[in-house]
């Protein structure tokens, strides 16, 4: 299993950035896929998921409104468009798919994407 995220960089306050999560190895038909982000010395905060099949999606009330999670099964891949950021979202950001119960929390995803930068200044 292999995911591999891309799409971070450096965004003024108020921009927006998409966010890409390519797997291989695992499908988004048989995975529900999750993004958490990380900031030095805090745990890793939920973001937003989407389940297999139906895609219901579910977000933190962090991002809701602003950030859009999304798949593409025929390319085996999702997204985490994020619009109106903040700097309070400058962060590590993760994609992680599980076959469990589309959970809100980290320890729920076996799988793990190595991380995307996102930076946003004020």
């Known amino acids: 299993v292999q995911l591999q995220a891309s799409g971070g960089g450096l965004v003024q306050a108020g921009g927006s950035l998409r966010l890409s999560c390519a797997a291989s190895g695992v499908t988004f038909n048989s995975h529900h896929m999750g993004w958490f982000r990380q900031t030095p010395g805090k745990e890793r905060e939920f973001i937003a998921r989407?389940?297999?099949?139906?895609?219901?999606?579910y977000y933190s009330d962090s991002v809701k409104g602003r950030f859009t999670i999304s798949k593409d099964t025929a390319k085996n891949t999702g997204y985490l468009q994020m619009t109106q950021l903040k700097p309070e979202d400058t962060a590590v950001y993760y994609c992680?798919?599980?076959?469990?119960?589309?959970?809100?929390?980290?320890?729920?995803?076996?799988?793990w994407g190595q991380g995307t930068q996102v930076t946003v200044s004020s």
């Open positions: 989407i389940r297999r099949g139906s895609g219901a999606t």
């Open positions: 992680a798919v599980t076959t469990s119960t589309a959970t809100t929390v980290s320890t729920g995803y076996p799988y």
